[in-house]
């Protein structure tokens, strides 16, 4: 496959070209779980001589342990790989087990298994919850963009074009200044976007929903997706999975 290319524009994938004076004096904000997707974004972006502001939002849910554990990992790579391009990532806490009491992501109970569909991993308001903090601290910080690594395939009604347009005019109208969010892979498959990952310490990232001592689970919604992710580059599947559990209340 090709190597898939970033196409800017407003709202969507508004990153500044690679090189651009200003892209280099000032932070992009990004949102980093440790995941697939936005880990390779981080990799992306420092690539095309962004100076980039990871942050995490911390909300108590049962897998942030292992996530975070991940972020540490591929940053510190990243770092390595691109050195005085990446500012010390910034964790933000954002507690909502008072808002999903009794949800599987704070109790671990009934977790979506493989084969479930998209919507059963759906949290409520989630990219509302995380850019709503991410936004109050970089407007506070000087950045003036927030990077999300959400895909063309994202279902859900907080990733699209009409959401985006609607909550930064509110962002802008409450914060003043020119905040903005941009998509850069929202135009891309899953498939493109781990192109653009290969040669990447990808084995570092994390995506599971129900960890097992810290280890991806291999039976869950996210584990089943990221298993398809690896198969679609044709190679083997690097993550070191736990020892076959079922997940059962």
């Known amino acids: 496959m090709t190597r ?5 524009s407003p709202t969507q994938n508004g990153a500044a070209p690679a090189g651009a004076p200003e892209a280099q004096r000032t932070p992009i904000g990004l949102l980093l779980s440790g995941g697939l997707d936005s880990s390779i974004l981080l990799a992306e972006l420092l690539s095309r001589g962004h100076r980039v502001q990871p942050f995490y939002v911390r909300s108590h849910l049962i897998w942030e342990d292992a996530e975070l554990r991940a972020v540490e990992r591929f940053s510190c790579a990243m770092a390595e790989r691109f050195p005085g391009r990446m500012d010390p990532r910034v964790v933000l806490d954002l507690p909502v087990d008072d808002l999903y009491q009794g949800h599987w992501s704070v109790t671990g109970r ?3 298994a493989e084969g479930s569909p998209d919507e059963a991993v759906y949290l409520p308001g989630r990219n509302l919850l995380l850019l709503v903090k991410a936004a109050v ?3 506070s910080h000087g950045i003036d963009r927030i990077a999300l690594g959400l895909l063309r395939s994202n279902p859900f009604g907080d990733a699209t074009n009409a959401f985006f347009e609607q909550f930064q ?13 941009v998509r ?4 891309l498959s899953k498939e493109q976007v781990m192109a653009l990952g290969r040669g990447l310490p990808l084995e570092s ?3 599971c929903i129900a960890p097992v001592d ?13 298993r398809l992710a690896f198969g679609a580059l044709g190679g083997a599947d690097p993550t070191r999975y736990a020892p076959c559990l079922s997940l059962t209340p």
Do not use: D, Q, Y
């Open 137 to 139: 601290w970089s407007r």
């Open 169 to 181: 005019a509110v962002c802008n109208a409450a914060l003043g200044g020119h905040l903005s969010f």
């Open 110 to 112: 009934e977790t979506p």
């Open 184 to 187: 850069p892979f929202a135009h």
């Open 214 to 226: 810290g280890l991806h689970c291999g039976r869950c919604n996210k584990c089943a997706e990221r």
């Open 205 to 207: 990232t994390f995506s």
């Open 4 to 8: 898939a290319m970033i196409h800017p």
